[in-house]
């Protein structure tokens, strides 16, 4: 069995859950991954460990691997369970922009909500909450003369940014909870001297540019968030344009 369909029978739903021959569950994938995200979030991922999971439910940490055997099982369900609170409608509005922007928007919410998401390398996660915000994005762009290829890649453009601008903003929040300065302080009294220098030797007339033209990095989070969110969204308008149904 390939590591891939072990995940996905894993997180599927209908999987019956059992403690031992002949004898009711005693826990759930359910209740043990509310627990490991909890510590999660709080302590971060590497904290959210089986024993320390079996700490806070009052069991043994050998009784928790009747329920999920890898850590890597743990991880598929964390992440699974907060991708559920992605709130989408059933189906798509018809305005695609509209939809992805309202995907991508509760996306970002989710990881700044859950951090240690951003320590994750990105992969395939098959469970049905994954699978219903894949699908939703994916339904969005459907109608429009694109191959099912397209459909996905564009989508996965979306994802990306979206994991991208989660992970910078986490790495900022970080930066000022250590340092006691937010993005703008700390990029004046650690980064300014050095970048005066540079752009002062000319070697670099683009980089001097972004530095004395740039409104970008001077907007609010949300702001920033938006202004990669309308480039990206304008890339799928671009490649949609000319196709049946646009």
Known sequence: MSDNSRVSIW?????????GP???PGYSR???????VR????????????????QELGTGAMSLYRYVPKRDDLID?????????????????????????LMAHQT???????????????RPTLGPH????????????????LHIDEITSLCGMVGDYVASAVRDEIGWLDQARRT????????????????????????????NRAIREGRVAHLSPDARFQYGLDHVLNGIAAALSGQPGR
Do not use: K
């Open 11 to 19: 997180l599927c739903p209908e999987r019956v859950e059992r403690s």
């Open 22 to 24: 002949g004898r009711r």
């Open 30 to 36: 359910a209740q043990i991954t509310e627990v490991a």
């Open 39 to 54: 510590i999660a979030d709080t302590e971060g991922l590497d904290a959210a460990t089986m024993r320390r999971i079996a």
């Open 77 to 101: 369900l964390m992440v699974d369970a907060v991708v559920g609170e992605i709130d989408l409608p059933e189906q798509p509005g018809g305005d695609w922009r509209a939809d992805l922007s």
């Open 108 to 122: 970002r919410a989710v990881g700044l909500r859950h951090p240690w998401q951003a320590t994750l390398a990105r």
């Open 130 to 145: 994954s699978l219903r915000v894949y699908d939703f994005a994916m339904r969005a762009l459907d109608g429009f003369g």
């Open 180 to 207: 006691g300065m937010d993005r703008a302080q700390w990029m004046g009294e650690y980064v300014g001297p050095y970048v005066r220098h540079v752009v002062e030797s000319g070697r670099y007339p683009m980089f």
